[in-house]
């Protein structure tokens, strides 16, 4: 009697599903996320760099008008955090960026949550936002005779109004990633939440068995 295992079906497993099943997630998603974080960061930089030296530091020029009344740009320098609570803390803010920026990789690459390349595309968006106000928290744009309290300050540039008593706070790429990023998550979660844990077969990554795989225990066919 031949003693050799075979699947359900009669069939020799297939060799380049066998070869991918230890993996948890594409080699793709590492340039889906740090392409996104580098480009993204890379962009805020940029965006403010050039801003700063059209328009000048905070107070120099007025609003340059895209939309009149509406929508414009305007050099600022926020020393706080979102709304500008917080300031005087930059260290603070940027010592959090890095924990956090560390987290997200961790959770994708370690805990293998790039397996999703939704939640991959929020976290490389996080990221670059993470990356472009981090240069400014650690006062890397900041020199000698600007005031003080804009060593840990971010530059911020886009201003959106709906009149001139309903401004919102000056913002620039880097907060629109984040703001991106969050929203993407948070859709994620209400709707399209992870599956309950017994469904993917106690603990095991959902698709990490190949379609053609015996489940653990099934008897291989005699012949």
């Known amino acids: 009697m031949n003693s050799a295992k075979v699947n359900p079906s009669g069939q020799n497993p297939n060799p380049s599903t066998t070869a991918t099943r230890g993996s948890a997630f594409p080699a793709s998603r590492y340039a889906l996320f740090f392409g996104l974080a580098l480009a993204g960061g890379a962009l805020d930089l940029w965006s403010k760099e050039a801003i700063f030296k059209w328009r000048g530091l905070p107070g120099t020029k007025g609003v340059h008008w895209i939309i009149e009344g509406y929508f414009g740009i305007e050099t600022a320098v926020n020393i706080g955090a979102v709304f500008g609570l917080g300031a005087g803390q930059g260290l603070v803010f940027a010592a959090i960026s890095v924990f956090a920026a560390a987290a997200i990789i961790v959770w994708l690459f370690v805990f293998k949550a790039a397996r999703s390349c939704w939640l991959t595309f929020a976290l490389g968006c996080i990221t670059g936002g993470i990356i472009g106000n981090l240069y400014d928290r650690l006062g890397f744009w900041w020199e000698p005779g600007l005031p003080d309290q804009w060593q840990s300050g971010v530059r911020d540039w886009i201003l959106w109004q709906a009149s001139a008593a309903w401004k919102w706070p000056n913002f620039n790429i880097a ?49």
Do not use: C, N, Y
């Open 175 to 223: 907060d629109s990633l984040l703001v991106t990023g969050a929203i993407m998550l948070l859709v994620q979660s209400f709707f399209f939440p992870p599956p309950p844990h017994d469904e993917t077969g106690g603990g095991e990554l959902p698709g990490s068995r190949a379609p053609d795989e015996p489940a653990e225990g099934a008897k291989p066919a005699a012949s």
